[in-house]
């Protein structure tokens, strides 16, 4: 691997090649990343089971393809699938906090249902938890996620952030942030960030690019507002793409114009 140019975003192009293969060098726009996938993303909708196989499979090898470029993977996974924090509390009823916590608990389901398809497939893999359990997976510790990282382990972050009234999203700012990370790549059911909802509006105009300011001007629904506070303030790009495919993980890596890049 070299660093062979700087874009215009201040990253550094790195060039890898597939020894194995014999393919030629391919280019990644980022060598860290905080990769967020929703907990439902991993439930099919059409069965009463909250982890679709052959979905959990398709994310997993999507998320292979990445490793094998040399790209150092962060992981957050949402709980939507299972318990979905405040929604969930709502709906059933339980007072919000408990709600919350059983939502970072049904991240920690996700999480161990990532880490063992992904190390099936030969990927060396951690699970790191906001609360501790230690029978199940590691602390959150910054150096050590770093460390793994450095190794060629995807680090996978559960449990949110550990505290009631913070979102993934949150979570995935917070952790793009501790550890450097060059992007947040956020995962959702378009194929970008849209001036109003796609899905009722025919005549909706997908933006390529946006700044976190215009973001803010046009009120564009992206994150919370503290996790877009937090990327804003560190200078954290947010790239926002369509998970249908799970194969735009690498496209979007590797520069082709899909989805909607937010910086500074």
Known sequence: MRIDE?????????????????SPAIQTKFKRIVLKISGEALGSGQSCEPIDMGILENVCQAIKSVHSLGVQVGLVV???NIFRGLAGAQKSG??????????????????????DTLEKMGVPVRVQSAIPMSKIAEPFILRRATRHMEKGRVVIFVAGTGNPYFSTDT???????????DVIMKATKVDGI?????????DAVKYDNITFID???????????????LCMDNNIPIFVFNMNDPNNILRALTGEPIGTLVQN
Do not use: W
């Not at 979570?171 to 990370?181: D, H, K, T, V, Y």
């Not at 849209?194 to 025919?202: R, S, T």
């Open 194 to 202: 849209y001036d109003k909802d796609p899905m009722k509006h025919a």
């Open 94 to 115: 339980t007072d919000r906090t408990t709600g919350d916590y059983m939502g970072m608990l049904a991240t920690v389901i996700n999480g161990m249902a990532l880490m």
């Open 171 to 181: 979570a995935a700012a917070l952790r793009a942030s501790e550890i450097g990370a």
């Open 6 to 22: 700087c874009d215009g975003l201040g990253k550094y192009i790195f060039m890898h090649t597939d020894i194995s293969s014999q």
């Open 215 to 229: 973001a803010l001007r046009n009120r564009l629904n992206i994150m919370d507002s503290t996790a877009f506070s």
């Open 78 to 80: 949402g709980g939507g």
